[in-house]
């Protein structure tokens, strides 16, 4: 409809050309009459165009909605798929358990042997190794005062066990001092052999 629209306009033109030309009355009112026409056939054709393209987008549409299909948006966009989670720095917590360093004064649990309860530390003896010396016997009022006392005592990292600084035990032994009721706190309990608690008593005893 649109290029019978462009021909009726261009024999219109025509047509007015000449009958101004010749002074002819019948050719300009075939002019004006295909001048009409063209714009009948120009807005036909118009129309004719939208109609035809609203059908398609129904067809369009309706293909979209049986097959399930939607449109697709660039990822990253506002309704586009999530981007990916930042990754979480994951916090590295140190051990509380020295593998044997130099600074580690907890002595080593003793094993298990059955269903007694534990001892208290520094109350009684706690045997942990063969070659080590049986704990001096302690009475509560005993380990009471020497928690009270900050005098340095002599212990060996994985023993048990507190000396005197002369005690044959420490003998090829490293060994670093700390205070006796830190000691006690920690779990170790006086050596048998060199009885630090009664001398430490004594000594507390005569200040």
């Known amino acids: 409809m649109i290029v019978?629209?462009?021909?009726?306009?261009l024999v219109a033109v025509v047509?007015?050309?000449?009958?101004?030309?010749?002074?002819?009355?019948?050719?300009?009112?075939?002019s004006i009459a295909a001048s009409l026409l063209a714009a009948v056939a120009l807005v036909?054709?118009?129309?004719?165009?939208?109609?035809?393209r609203a059908?398609?987008?129904?067809?369009?549409?309706?293909?979209?909605?049986?097959?399930?299909?939607?449109?697709?948006?660039?990822?990253?966009?506002?309704?586009?798929?999530?981007l990916g989670e930042p990754d979480i720095p994951v916090q590295h917590v140190p051990p509380t358990v020295d593998a044997g360093g130099?600074?580690?004064?907890?002595?080593?649990e003793p094993p298990v042997t059955g269903a007694d309860p534990p001892a208290t530390p520094g109350v009684g003896p706690v045997e942990a190794y063969d070659d080590e010396p049986a704990a001096q016997e302690l009475t509560p009022d005993q380990a009471a005062r020497l928690?009270?006392?900050?005098?340095?005592?002599?212990v060996v990292d994985g023993r048990p066990r507190?000396?005197?600084?002369?005690?044959?035990?420490?003998?090829?032994?490293?060994?670093?001092?700390?205070?006796?009721?830190?000691?006690?706190?920690?779990?170790?309990?006086p050596c048998a052999h060199c009885a630090p608690a009664t001398a430490l008593l004594a000594d507390a005893h005569r200040i």
């Open 147 to 154: 928690a009270e006392l900050t005098t340095e005592v002599r």
């Open 4 to 9: 019978a629209s462009l021909l009726l306009i």
């Open 55 to 82: 059908t398609a987008y129904r067809d369009g549409s309706a293909q979209r909605v049986r097959t399930g299909t939607r449109p697709t948006t660039p990822a990253g966009s506002a309704y586009g798929p999530p």
């Open 44 to 52: 036909a054709g118009a129309r004719q165009a939208a109609a035809d």
């Open 15 to 30: 047509l007015l050309v000449l009958g101004l030309a010749g002074g002819s009355s019948l050719l300009l009112i075939i």
């Open 162 to 189: 507190y000396h005197l600084a002369g005690c044959a035990h420490l003998v090829g032994r490293a060994s670093e001092p700390l205070p006796v009721a830190e000691a006690g706190e920690l779990g170790f309990s």
């Open 102 to 108: 130099a600074g580690w004064r907890q002595p080593p």
